[in-house]
């Protein structure tokens, strides 16, 4: 059962242009998204949240933005530029009772930013 | 943003042998620390939430007696392989919540540099 899921598995822009990276859920009770861009055997860095209650957050040349009726997330980055070339992936989490911040990871998207 | 260390980030083993796997968050407290594993070319798997001062939850289907966790402080926890066998071969990453920022239950995840184990 993928609660978070990225179907595109690759993708490929050219320098200074904007990249588009998407992400869906299928859980309604996740209530805050974070982006992580991943390089080979490292681990994940942080990159962007955002909360249910927002439907944009912005930090400097990446921007997320929030569809909860369509339950869908997308990442911007504009300009785009080749140390972006990653794995970028979307994760959530819900909060409950437990209050535990469990992440829900999406598989991930490799994204190739050409000069 | 918070810096959390993993050591070793490389390990080979004989199979048979426990491997210890360290977790640390070097400028912030961490009651709740999470260990993931990744397959290549896959997303990220949350093996378990490790606890500061209490068990550990694994998620469905993690053994948890192979997959020995213990979070001894708020700094470090630390993920033990007993008996590792080939198919333990992955790379193991953990990540802490700041707890400093954020609402509850929406604090960001840092994530450390993972650690590749090797099991012949």
């Known amino acids: 059962d993928q609660q978070v899921k990225q179907n595109s598995p690759s993708l490929s822009v050219q320098e200074g242009r904007i990249s588009i990276l998407n992400c869906d859920y299928t859980n309604s009770m996740f209530d805050y998204f974070l982006w992580y861009k991943k390089y080979p055997a490292e681990g994940p860095t942080f990159l962007i949240s955002i909360s249910s209650i927002k439907d944009k957050n912005e930090d400097g040349r990446f921007t997320v933005f929030l569809n909860k009726s369509a339950k869908h997330l997308s990442l911007h980055i504009v300009p785009s530029q080749p140390g972006d070339s990653a794995v970028y992936f979307c994760a959530a989490s819900a909060r409950s009772s437990s209050n535990t911040g469990k992440l829900i990871f999406g598989q991930g998207t490799t994204l190739q930013v050409k000069p | 943003g918070a810096v959390v260390s993993q050591h070793p980030s490389w390990v080979i083993c004989k199979s048979g042998t426990s491997v210890k796997i360290e977790c640390r968050s070097l400028d912030f407290q961490a009651t709740t620390m999470f260990w993931y594993r990744q397959f290549p070319k896959q997303s990220l798997m949350l093996m378990a939430t490790?606890?500061?001062?209490?068990?550990?939850?694994?998620e469905q289907g993690v053994e948890k007696d192979k997959f020995l966790i213990n979070h001894a402080s708020l700094t470090l926890s630390t993920l033990t392989v007993t008996s590792a066998h080939p198919e333990d071969s992955s790379f193991y990453i953990c990540s802490a919540r700041d707890p400093g920022i954020g609402l509850a239950g929406q604090e960001t995840q840092y994530f450390g540099p993972g650690t590749r184990l090797l099991v012949l």
């Open positions: 490790s606890n500061e001062g209490s068990k550990a939850t694994y």
